[in-house]
């Protein structure tokens, strides 16, 4: 007789729970029914056996933004309220609290405000005010905290805000790469080491265009893709925007052209497809992040379309968006 653990049991009741659920995903059906409306009000009805649904409110101005907001909120309360895995809340919260750390550390050099900050994070948003207001930067996870550190002493070389968020950005993937490596699960190393390789590409073109000198290219590059620095470095100066993903020349986004937003669509889809191998799992981490990324990506896609309802506004960049990621 198989005997489980109580982990296991979590994590197989967890899975069973975001399999039932997502069969109320939308789909590219309900999109196109959803993109005939003319009406919030028939948007409503339309999604009525939607996951979404009790996320819209009737006589409520739609607020997109919002929408999001709660959607991924809710599949974040679903996971935290079941999973045990001590990597996985930081792991997918890591995104919202990097976010937060970059717009307080902005708020203390500019003498801003913090009404921006997510309310996502792993850290609550007062928390996270008096980590920056009072300098106990430790608190954070090892690679925020080194990130506040280059982004402070950036800054006040040269007043270039921009910075923060780029070092930022690579302290992000670094951190996720750490947690990943505490997970024991293969598709989500080979998931990671792709993300960070979309994020390589995007951000080679990114600095070329912010006009900024090479000599960044080193500080910026984030290890542990599948990108060697030589060919990060060899895409910037050729100012070539085409980069063939050399370990999979197969690929969807082979030879097409950086920063596009075919690119991005394309790339979103090459991300998907290596986490949609866990949607045969029974437990572990990989089907739980698939879970929460697919949350997001549809909430984004639902939100695009009631936001030009709500604007009566049309536009077939809705079509292309899905028929792309769908």
């Not at 024991?184 to 994020?199: C, G, H, V």
């Amino acid at each position: 007789m198989l005997r489980m653990g109580k982990k296991v049991n979590n994590d197989v009741f967890l899975v069973a729970l975001i399999r039932a659920l997502e069969v109320r995903l939308p789909d590219r059906s309900l999109l196109e029914q959803l993109r005939s409306c003319i009406t919030m009000s028939e948007a409503s009805e339309k999604m009525e056996k939607s996951l979404f649904s009790g996320f819209l409110r009737e006589g409520e101005s739609f607020d997109s933004e919002r929408f999001m907001e709660k959607s991924l909120s809710w599949a974040l309360g679903v996971v935290q309220e079941y999973s045990e895995n001590p990597v996985l809340m930081p792991y997918l919260r890591s995104g919202f609290d990097c976010l937060n750390c970059i717009i307080c550390l902005k708020s203390r050099l500019t003498e801003t405000d913090y009404s921006a900050l997510s309310g996502l994070g792993s850290c609550s948003t007062e928390e996270m005010k008096r980590i920056f207001e009072t300098e106990k930067y430790s608190s954070l996870p090892a690679e925020f905290n080194e990130a506040v550190l280059k982004s402070v002493e950036g800054y006040f070389e040269n007043r270039e805000l921009l910075l923060i968020d780029l070092h930022f950005e690579k302290a992000l993937y670094r951190y996720r790469k750490r947690l990943v490596s505490q997970m024991n699960s293969e598709l989500m190393e080979r998931y990671q080491s792709a993300e960070i390789d979309m994020k390589n590409l995007s951000s080679a073109v990114r600095i070329r265009e912010f006009s900024l000198v090479k000599d960044f290219l080193k500080n910026f590059f984030i290890p542990g893709g599948n990108l060697t620095f030589e060919e990060y470095s060899t895409l910037f100066k050729s100012g070539e925007n085409r980069y063939l993903y050399m370990k999979d020349p197969d690929s969807e986004i082979s030879n097409t052209t950086i920063g596009s937003l075919d690119f991005e669509i394309r790339s979103l889809k090459y991300l998907y497809s290596i986490l949609s191998e866990s949607d045969y799992g029974i437990f572990g981490p990989e089907p739980v992040i698939a879970f929460v990324k697919r949350i997001e990506h549809r909430s984004g896609l639902v939100s695009f379309v009631l936001q030009n309802i709500a604007c009566n506004c049309r536009t077939d960049m809705e079509r292309l968006l899905w028929g792309g990621l769908l």
